[in-house]
């Protein structure tokens, strides 16, 4: 069988691994999955106890789950290196680095203002403190990796890598939480505008908005989320 990616919807940071499967160009599926209203349930809970996304559904039928393992083992199967590096090299260990801070302190910094965003009915007082420890925690992970971005075309040399597709799916959070001013980290928004261009994010990116993009011919079309858990979530 063909590897399924359980994506998120809306704004999920799964969408980099959308781009990154479809940059490595071998067979997959999608299934699609609305984080406000079929992940917090016993069902999806026997697929994924986190009740989260991603989750991947191997080509040998096991359930794996987090994008760090998710992306290891998406880079495993690139043989052709198009997302990726030798494991041995210094662009390795670039590459994962980043994307440990990403997926990470990065990632986490958002925690609050997605408290705030899914209790909107909570006392204003509880949201305030929310939003406003949310921005400031934002704001420092916002610092770090803006002096973390070198000076080339991508976080790791001039092409797209697992490490740019770990942190699109995340770095449009900002501008959904309002949470800093883009224009005070000039490096990232540049970055963030050669990544957004790239093929394959325009794919993951329509893909997300529910459009058809032709794309390169690896998806081999979506599953239905009850399908999956009838089937993976014994």
């Not at 050669?194 to 394959?200: C, F, K, N, Y």
Request: negative net charge.
């Amino acid at each position: 069988m063909e590897p399924i990616l359980l994506y998120g919807v809306p704004a999920g940071s799964s969408m980099g691994l959308v781009a990154a499967f479809e940059r490595v160009g071998q067979p997959y599926r999608l299934c699609r999955v609305d984080m406000l209203t079929e992940m917090k349930n016993d069902a999806y809970a026997r697929i994924n106890g986190r009740q989260e996304t991603p989750v991947l559904i191997t080509d040998e039928g096991r359930v794996l789950t987090e994008t760090m393992a998710i992306g290891a083992w998406l880079e495993a199967r690139d043989t052709q290196r198009r997302i990726s590096f030798d494991p041995r090299s210094p662009e390795a260990d670039r590459v994962h680095q980043l994307m440990a801070f990403v997926n990470t302190g990065f990632t986490a910094a958002f925690t609050p203002l997605w408290a705030a965003y899914e209790m909107e009915s909570a006392e204003p007082v509880l949201l305030a403190t929310l939003r406003d420890f949310g921005r400031k925690a934002v704001t420092e992970r916002h610092d770090r990796l803006e002096a973390m971005i070198v000076n080339t075309a991508f976080l790791v040399g001039d092409r797209l890598t697992l490490a740019d597709t770990t942190l699109i799916g995340v770095a449009r959070w900002a501008e959904f939480h309002q949470a800093v001013d883009g224009a005070a980290y000039p490096k990232l928004a540049a970055l963030r505008r050669r990544i957004e261009s790239d093929p394959d994010v325009r794919y993951a990116q329509a893909i997300e908005d529910g459009e058809k993009p032709a794309g390169s011919g690896a998806c081999l079309g979506h599953i239905p989320l009850a399908g999956v858990l009838e089937r993976f979530g014994a």
